[in-house]
C-alpha cells in the first residue's frame, strides 16, 4: 500500500495568493483528516470527514479555510487568501475506523506563506 | 479545559537503555489512546494504541501503560536504538471521537 499520498510536498507563496493542497487517503479507508502542525500550537486538527461527509470543521481557522471531499479518493485543503501566519506544515491522515482510531498520516505539505 | 500533556520536552538516554516516555491526560472518560513517532520531516508514525479497557498493551520492542486512576500513559522503549530518536506524541480520543495530541517529547539516543 502506498499510504496517505498528498502533493505538493512543499509550497512556497506570497500573500493573498490561494493554495490548494492535496491528499489521496488509504485505499479503503472511510475517514480522512486535516492537521496543521506549528512549533507553537502542535498538531491541530483541522477537519475531518466520515465517508465523504464533513463530521467536524471547528478546528478550521477561518473563512479563508475551506476543504473538500468529492469522492472516498480525494479530499482538498484550500486557503483563501494566504496570509504569512498560515505558515505551518499541513497532514492528511485517514482512518479506517469512522471513530478516528489508528489514523495514518501522509508526508505532509510544508507551506510558507511570504 | 481538555489537555493531553507530557511531562518532559526532551529525553536523553544511551544506546540499549530501555526509555520511558511520559504523558498526563485530563479527560477521565477518554477510552482510546495512542502514541506516535514523528522523525524529522515525516509525518507521524502510528506505534501503538490502548483501550481505557487495558492496563498494558505489548509490541515490539514498545509497550504502553495506562494508569487510569492518575489519568497516566506511558511508553516503554526496550533496548533503545539510533532509529528511535524522534519526537513522540501520545493521544487520547475525546468525547466528540477526535484525536487530542500532546506537545510531543523529543528522545535523542545517544550513540
Known amino acids: 500500500d502506498a499510504g496517505v499520498i498528498q502533493s505538493p510536498r512543499h509550497e512556497v507563496t506570497e500573500m493573498g495568493q490561494e493554495v490548494t493542497l492535496r491528499c489521496k487517503p488509504i485505499?479503503?479507508?472511510?475517514?480522512l483528516f486535516w492537521y496543521r502542525q506549528t512549533m507553537m500550537r502542535g498538531l491541530e486538527l483541522l477537519i475531518y470527514?466520515?465517508?465523504?461527509?464533513?463530521?467536524?470543521d471547528s478546528g478550521m481557522p477561518e473563512d479563508r479555510f475551506s476543504a473538500k471531499m468529492p469522492n472516498a479518493s480525494f479530499s482538498t485543503l484550500k486557503i483563501q487568501p494566504s496570509e504569512p501566519r498560515d505558515s505551518a506544515v499541513y497532514f492528511c491522515a485517514s482512518s479506517f475506523a469512522s471513530g478516528g482510531e489508528t489514523q495514518y498520516f501522509g508526508p505532509g505539505t510544508r507551506l510558507l506563506v511570504l | 479545559g481538555e489537555s493531553v500533556g507530557l511531562h518532559l520536552p526532551t529525553l536523553s538516554v544511551q544506546e540499549g537503555d530501555n526509555s520511558i516516555i511520559n504523558c498526563a491526560y485530563s479527560?477521565?472518560?477518554?477510552?482510546?489512546f495512542i502514541w506516535y513517532k514523528q522523525e524529522s520531516g515525516k509525518g507521524p508514525q502510528f506505534i501503538i494504541d490502548i483501550r481505557s479497557n487495558m492496563d498494558k498493551r505489548q509490541g515490539q520492542r514498545v509497550t504502553v501503560l495506562l494508569n487510569k486512576t492518575v489519568k497516566h500513559l506511558s511508553l516503554q522503549i526496550a533496548a533503545t536504538q539510533p532509529g528511535d530518536s524522534a519526537v513522540y506524541f501520545c493521544a487520547e480520543k475525546n468525547n466528540t471521537g477526535k484525536l487530542i495530541f500532546g506537545q510531543g517529547t523529543t528522545l535523542q539516543v545517544k550513540p
Open positions: 479527560n477521565s472518560a477518554s477510552d482510546y
Open positions: 485505499s479503503g479507508h472511510n475517514s
Open positions: 470527514f466520515n465517508n465523504n461527509v464533513p463530521i467536524d
